[in-house]
C-alpha cells in the first residue's frame, strides 16, 4: 500500500495542490489569496497531466539512437497551452484586483461585499 | 465549402485583432465595422447550413492530419444549429450596441475594445461548439471566459468589475474541473478525440470505473458552474445584471448554452447515451436542474432590479435545456436545443428592451415601470412578447421547445416533471405578467407617445420579437434541425 | 368534401383576429368608423358562421387541417353541429354586444383597446369552437382568455386590476392543466383529434385519471365549476357591460363545450361510467348549483348578483354533461343556448340600468321600472326565463334536464332543479318586483317608451330577450333540433 502510494507519489501531490488550492480559492477572502489558490491549482493540474505522460526511466521524445522509451510528448505539449490559458487568467484577475483596489480601497471581498451594501 | 465554419472562427479571430489596431484612427467607425464583421459571421454561418443541409454533417480536420492524431473539428447539426443561433443573436445584439454603448462605456476608444473582446467571445462560442476534441473544447472554454469577464467588466463601474471578479474566480475554478477531467480520461483512453474515447471508454469503464465517473463528475460541476446550473450560478445574477445590455444580452442568451451543449456532447458523444444512463448522473442533473427552475423562478419573483430579475430568470431557464438533455429521450433533447435558441431569442429581447428603458429613462427599478406602455410602447410591445413567450403561451417560441420537453418527460416516464415544467410556467407568469399589466393598465396618465429610440435599438427588438412571434407559428424548420441535432446525440 | 365550404370554420375564426390589423389603423383617424367596422366585422362573422348551416346539415362535418403549423398536432378547423350551433351562437350574442358597446363604451372611453381584443376574443372563441383538434382547441383558448383579460380590466379601476390579477393567473393555472391532459391523451393515444369514435382513452387507469382531472381543472375553471369558480364572480362584474355579458354568455361555454367534448369524445360515456367519474362531475354540478344559487341571494351589486347566477347555471350545463343520457346532453347543449341568451339580456340590462342611473346596488333600482320600461321588460322577460317559467326558453332546458336525471336514475337532481329554480326566483324577483312596485303609487309615472336609451342599445337587448320568449314558444325549435342531432351524434360517438 505505502510503496504503491510512494511509485505514485507524483499523482498524489497533484491532488494534494489542486485541493489547497480549491481550499484557498474558495475559502480566503482575500482576493491576492484567492488568485494564488487558482494558481496553486493549476498547479496540481498541471503535475497531474505530466505525470499521465511520464515514463520512468524514459528519454526525452527527440529521436536519437539507442533510447529504450519516450516520455509521451502530448501532456507536456497541452500543458505548455494550458499554462498559457492560466498565466492570462491569472493577469486579468490581477488586473481586476487593481481595479477594485482603485474602487473600493481594499483586496478583501467581505469588506468589498460591506462596502457595495444594496447598490444595484 | 468545407472550410466556412473555421473561416467563421478566423474571422473573429481576426476581427478581434485587428480591431484594437483599426481603432487607432479616431474617425474609425468600429461599430459599423463589427455589425459588418458579424454579418459575414452569420452568412457563413448560413452558408455552412446550407452546404451541410445539401451534402450532409462532415468532420474536418485542420491541416489534414486525420483523426485521432490530428485536430477533429465536427460539422454536425448541432454545429449548425448553435452557428446560426450565435451569429444570427451575435448581429442583432452589435446593432443594438451601436446605439446603446456610448452610453454605458462612455467615450474613449472603450468601444473599439469592447468590440474586439465580442469578437474574440465569439470565436470562443463558435469554437466550442464544433470541437471535437476535449482539450480544444477547453481551451475555447477558457478564450471564452476571459472574453465574456472582461466584457462584464469593461463597464466602468465598481459593481460591475466586482461581479467580473466573481464570475471569473468561479469560471477559474470550472476550468480547473475540467482540465482534471480531461486529464483523467486521458490518464485511462490515451485519447483527446471525442470520437475515438467513445470506442476506448467502455472498455476504460470496466478497467477503471472510478477515473470514469469522478471525470463525469468534474465535467458535469466544471461545465455546471460555467453554464450556471443551480446551484453553481451564484456569479450569475450579478455578471449578468450589472454588464453593459449587449453584454447581459449575449451572456444570457449565448454564453451559459454553449457551455451545457459543450457538457451535452461530451456526456452524449464520449460517454455515449448508455453509459451515461448506466450511472444516476442524469438523475442528479434532473434534481439539480428541477431546483434551479424552482430557485431561479422564486428568486426572481423577490427582485426589484429588472436586469436582475432577469438574469435569475436565465438560471430557471438554463435549468429547462439541463432538464431536457438529462430526460435523455428524444424528445426530451430535442426541447433541450430547441429551448438554447428560443430562450437565446427571448431573453435577449428582454433584455434588449429592459435595456432600451434604462437608456431612455433610467429607470431600472420594477415598479417605476408603471405607465411605460404609455411612454415607450413599441418597447413594450416587445418586452410583452419576450414575457409571455416566457411563460410559454401558445403562439410564442417559448411554447415550443416547453411542450417538447413536456413530450420528452412523458416518453421517459416521468411526468411529475411535466408539472415542474407547467408549475414553472406559473412562476414565469408570476413575474412577468405584473410588469406586463402594470405598463399598461391602471396608470392614471393616459397621454401616448413614441418611443424615440435609435432606429438601431428598435430594429433588433422588432427582429426578436417577430422572430418569437413567426417561430411560434411555424416552427418546422427549427424543429427538424433540433431532431437531427438531438438524433446524433442519441445514437 | 375539398370545396370552398370546408374553409369557413377557418374564415370565421381568422377573419375577426385579422380584422384587428385595419382596425388598429382605422381607430386612431375616427371613433365613428372604428365603430362601425367593428360591427361591421362581427356581423359577416356571424354571417360566415351562419353560411357554414347547410352544408353541416347536409354532410354533417367540414373542416381543414393544417399539420404543418405547430408540429407535431397541427392546425385543424372542423365545424359539426354542436361547434356550429354553439358558434353561431357565440357570433351572434358578440354581434349584439358589439353594436350595445358603441354607445357604452363611448360613455366610458377606452374603445381604441377595447375593441379590437374584442374581436381577438371573438376569433379565440369562435376557433374554440370550430377546431378539429384538442391542440388547436387549446391554442385558441388562450387566444381567449388572454384576450380577455384586456376586457376584465377595461375600466382599471383598483377592483378591476386586482380581479384581472386573480383571472389571469387562474386563466393561465387552468390552460396549464389543459396543456397537462392534452400533452398526456397524445402521449397515449398519438393525436388528441375530435371526431366521433376516436377515443382517445381505452381504460381507466392512473394517467388517463390524471388527464382527467387535468382536462376538469382546465375547462372547469373556465366555467367556474366550484371550486375553480372564485375569479369569476370578481371578474365577470368588473368588466364593462357589454364584455360581462360576452364573459357570463358565451365564453363561459368554451368550458362546457370542452368538457362535453372530454366525456364524450376523449374517454367516451362507457369509460366514464365504468370508471365512475361521473360521480365526480355530479357531485361537483350539485355543489356549484347550490353554492351558485345561494350566494347569488346574498349578492347586493346587480352584476355580481348575475355572475353568482351564471356560476348556478354552469352548473345546469355540467349536470346535464356528466348524466351520460340522450336528453342530460340535448339539456345541457340547449342550456348553453338558453344560458347565453338569458345571462346576455340581463348583463346588457344591468348595463343599461347602470350606464343611465350610475347606482349598481340593487335597493337603489326601485321604481326603475318606470323610468326604463323596455329595458326592465327585458330584464324581467330573462329573469322568468331563468327561473324557468314555461313558455320560455328556460323552462324548456330544465325540463328536458329534469328528464335527463330521471331517465339516468338520478332523480334527487330534478329536486336539486327545482330547488335551484326557487332560489333563482327569490334572488331575481325581488328586484323585478321592487322596479316595479318599490315606490308609492303617484311616484308611478311611465316614461315615453324607448326614448330611455339609443336605440344601438335598447334593439339588442329587445331582440335576445325576444329570442328567450321565441325559442320556448316556436313549434320549429331550431337550437333545440341542432341540440338533439348533436347529442345523438355525440352518444353515437360513444358506441
Not at chain 2, 469593461?154 to 466573481?166: D, G, H, S, Y
Not at chain 2, 480520461?185 to 483527446?192: D, I, R
Not at chain 3, 366525456?263 to 367516451?268: K, L, T
Request: net charge positive; hydrophobic share 55%; with cysteine.
Amino acid at each position: 500500500m505505502i510503496a504503491k502510494l510512494i511509485s505514485n507519489m507524483h499523482f498524489l501531490t497533484a491532488m494534494v495542490l489542486f485541493l489547497i488550492g480549491f481550499h484557498t480559492m474558495l475559502t480566503h477572502s482575500n482576493l491576492i489569496k484567492k488568485v494564488m489558490g487558482m494558481n496553486i491549482m493549476e498547479t496540481g493540474i498541471f503535475l497531474f497531466f505530466i505525470s499521465v505522460g511520464y515514463v520512468r526511466g524514459g528519454s526525452s521524445p527527440i529521436a536519437v539512437p539507442g533510447a529504450e522509451g519516450y516520455i509521451n510528448p502530448l501532456p507536456s505539449a497541452l500543458i505548455l497551452t494550458g499554462i498559457v490559458v492560466s498565466v492570462s487568467l491569472t493577469a486579468f484577475a490581477l488586473a481586476l484586483i487593481v481595479k477594485l483596489y482603485n474602487y473600493y480601497g481594499t483586496v478583501d471581498a467581505d469588506k468589498i461585499m460591506q462596502l457595495r451594501g444594496g447598490e444595484e | 465549402m468545407n472550410h466556412l465554419p473555421v473561416l467563421l472562427v478566423a474571422l473573429y479571430l481576426a476581427a478581434a485583432l485587428g480591431l484594437p489596431l483599426l481603432g487607432r484612427n479616431k474617425k474609425f467607425p468600429a461599430g459599423l465595422f463589427a455589425v459588418g464583421v458579424a454579418g459575414c459571421g452569420l452568412i457563413l454561418a448560413a452558408a455552412s447550413a446550407w452546404h451541410v443541409a445539401g451534402t450532409g454533417t462532415y468532420s474536418y480536420f485542420p491541416g489534414g492530419h486525420q483523426a485521432p492524431l490530428g485536430i477533429e473539428i465536427t460539422i454536425d447539426w448541432v454545429t449548425v444549429f448553435l452557428h446560426l443561433t450565435i451569429n444570427l443573436l451575435a448581429v442583432l445584439v452589435l446593432i443594438y450596441s451601436t446605439a446603446d454603448l456610448s452610453r454605458e462605456l462612455g467615450g474613449g476608444r472603450a468601444k473599439t475594445w469592447y468590440y474586439s473582446l465580442f469578437f474574440l467571445l465569439l470565436a470562443a462560442l463558435n469554437g466550442i461548439v464544433m470541437a471535437f476534441d476535449l482539450f480544444n473544447i477547453f481551451v475555447f472554454t477558457e478564450i471564452g471566459t476571459i472574453a465574456a469577464c472582461a466584457l462584464v467588466a469593461i463597464r466602468p463601474k465598481r459593481l460591475c468589475v466586482e461581479a467580473a471578479f466573481k464570475y471569473l474566480v468561479l469560471s477559474a475554478l470550472g476550468s480547473g474541473m475540467v482540465l482534471l477531467g480531461i486529464g483523467l480520461l486521458y490518464m485511462v483512453t490515451g485519447y483527446l478525440n471525442i470520437g475515438a474515447m467513445a470506442q476506448a471508454l467502455p472498455k476504460a469503464f470496466a478497467m477503471y470505473p472510478w477515473n470514469v465517473l469522478v471525470a463525469l463528475s468534474l465535467f458535469v460541476i466544471g461545465l455546471g458552474t460555467k453554464a450556471a446550473l443551480f446551484p453553481l450560478h451564484v456569479w450569475l445574477p450579478d455578471a449578468h445584471s450589472s454588464a453593459p445590455t449587449p453584454s447581459s444580452a449575449a451572456l444570457s442568451g449565448l454564453v451559459i448554452k454553449v457551455y451545457a451543449v459543450a457538457m451535452a456532447r461530451i456526456i452524449f458523444q464520449a460517454y455515449g447515451a448508455e453509459l451515461f444512463s448506466r450511472i444516476p448522473v442524469p438523475d442528479v442533473i434532473l434534481v439539480f436542474s428541477t431546483a434551479g427552475i424552482f430557485a431561479g423562478s422564486v428568486l426572481a419573483i423577490g427582485q426589484t432590479d429588472i436586469k436582475r430579475m432577469l438574469a435569475y430568470s436565465s438560471v430557471a431557464q438554463i435549468g429547462y435545456i439541463f432538464l431536457g438533455f438529462a430526460l435523455v429521450t428524444m424528445n426530451g433533447i430535442v426541447g433541450g436545443i430547441l429551448h438554447i435558441f428560443c430562450h437565446a431569442v427571448m431573453k435577449s429581447l428582454l433584455f434588449l428592451a429592459a435595456g432600451a428603458i434604462i437608456f431612455k429613462t433610467g429607470i431600472r427599478k420594477i415598479e417605476d415601470l408603471a405607465g411605460m406602455g404609455y411612454r415607450m410602447p413599441l418597447t413594450m410591445a416587445a418586452f410583452s412578447i419576450g414575457a409571455l413567450s416566457m411563460v410559454g403561451i401558445p403562439g410564442f417560441s417559448g411554447f415550443i421547445s416547453k411542450y417538447y420537453l413536456a413530450f420528452g418527460a412523458l416518453a421517459a416516464d416521468r411526468p411529475v416533471y411535466v408539472a415542474v415544467i407547467l408549475l414553472s410556467s406559473l412562476l414565469n407568469a408570476v413575474y412577468f405578467f405584473p410588469i406586463v399589466v402594470r405598463a399598461f393598465f391602471g396608470h392614471k396618465e393616459k397621454q401616448m407617445t413614441w418611443d424615440r429610440l435609435p432606429w438601431a435599438m428598435t430594429v433588433p427588438m422588432v427582429v426578436l420579437a417577430a422572430l418569437t412571434v413567426i417561430l411560434g407559428i411555424l416552427p418546422g424548420g427549427l424543429v427538424r434541425i433540433a431532431e437531427l441535432a438531438a438524433g446524433a446525440w442519441l445514437n | 368534401m375539398n370545396s370552398v365550404y370546408n374553409y369557413l370554420p377557418l374564415w370565421a375564426t381568422l377573419f375577426p383576429v385579422l380584422a384587428t390589423v385595419p382596425l388598429f389603423f382605422v381607430e386612431r383617424r375616427s371613433a365613428k368608423i372604428r365603430d362601425v367596422f367593428a360591427q361591421a366585422v362581427t356581423g359577416i362573422t356571424l354571417l360566415l358562421v351562419a353560411l357554414m348551416y347547410p352544408y353541416v346539415r347536409d354532410h354533417g362535418v367540414i373542416g381543414v387541417s393544417y399539420p404543418g403549423i405547430l408540429p407535431p398536432f397541427g392546425i385543424s378547423f372542423r365545424a359539426d353541429i354542436l361547434g356550429f350551433m354553439l358558434a353561431l351562437i357565440a357570433a351572434a350574442v358578440w354581434f349584439l354586444a358589439t353594436v350595445y358597446s358603441k354607445v357604452y363604451i363611448g360613455h366610458e372611453g377606452g374603445g381604441n383597446r377595447y375593441y379590437p381584443f374584442l374581436l381577438l376574443s371573438l376569433g379565440g372563441c369562435l376557433g374554440v369552437f370550430l377546431t378539429g383538434d384538442f391542440f388547436s382547441l387549446f391554442v385558441f383558448f388562450e387566444l381567449m382568455s388572454l384576450a380577455s383579460y384586456v376586457l376584465v380590466v377595461h375600466e382599471e379601476s383598483d377592483a378591476a386590476i386586482a380581479a384581472g390579477y386573480k383571472y389571469l393567473i387562474l386563466t393561465l393555472i387552468g390552460g396549464l392543466a389543459l396543456f397537462f391532459g392534452i400533452v398526456i391523451a397524445f402521449e397515449v393515444a398519438g393525436n388528441v383529434d375530435i371526431a366521433p369514435g376516436n377515443l382517445l382513452f381505452a381504460e381507466p387507469n392512473r394517467l388517463s385519471f390524471i388527464a382527467f382531472l387535468a382536462f376538469l381543472v382546465g375547462f372547469g375553471m373556465k366555467m367556474g365549476i366550484f371550486p375553480m369558480h372564485v375569479w369569476l364572480p370578481d371578474a365577470h362584474p368588473v368588466a364593462p357591460s357589454p364584455a360581462s355579458a360576452l364573459l357570463s354568455g358565451v365564453m363561459l361555454k368554451t368550458g362546457a363545450y370542452g368538457m362535453i367534448r372530454v366525456v364524450y369524445n376523449v374517454y367516451g360515456p362507457e369509460l366514464i361510467a365504468a370508471a365512475g367519474w361521473d360521480t365526480i362531475l355530479l357531485v361537483l354540478a350539485g355543489i356549484t348549483i347550490f353554492l351558485g344559487s345561494a350566494v347569488a341571494i346574498a349578492q347586493t351589486d346587480i352584476k355580481r348578483r348575475l355572475a353568482y347566477s351564471s356560476i348556478g347555471q354552469m352548473g345546469y350545463v355540467l349536470l346535464g354533461i356528466a348524466l351520460l343520457t340522450e336528453n342530460g346532453l340535448t339539456g345541457t347543449t340547449f342550456h348553453i343556448f338558453s344560458h347565453a341568451m338569458m345571462k346576455s339580456t340581463l348583463f346588457l340590462a344591468a348595463g343599461a340600468i347602470i350606464f343611465k342611473t350610475g347606482t349598481r346596488k340593487i335597493k337603489e333600482m326601485a321604481g326603475i321600472g318606470f323610468k326604463m320600461p323596455v329595458t326592465l321588460g327585458c330584464f324581467t322577460l330573462a329573469a322568468l326565463a331563468m327561473i324557468g317559467i314555461p313558455p320560455l326558453n328556460g323552462f324548456i332546458s330544465k325540463l328536458i334536464l329534469s328528464m335527463g336525471a330521471l331517465d339516468a336514475g338520478k332523480p334527487a337532481f330534478v329536486f336539486l332543479l327545482i330547488l335551484s329554480s326557487l332560489m333563482n326566483g327569490i334572488y331575481y324577483l325581488p328586484i323585478i318586483i321592487s322596479a316595479f312596485f318599490g315606490v308609492k303609487k303617484e311616484e308611478r309615472k311611465w316614461s315615453r317608451a324607448f326614448s330611455e336609451l339609443k336605440p344601438s342599445m335598447w334593439i339588442p337587448i329587445a331582440v335576445l330577450a325576444a329570442s328567450c320568449l321565441v325559442f320556448g314558444l316556436l313549434p320549429i325549435n331550431l337550437p333545440l333540433k341542432w341540440a338533439q342531432i348533436a347529442a345523438k351524434a355525440l352518444l353515437g360517438a360513444g358506441n
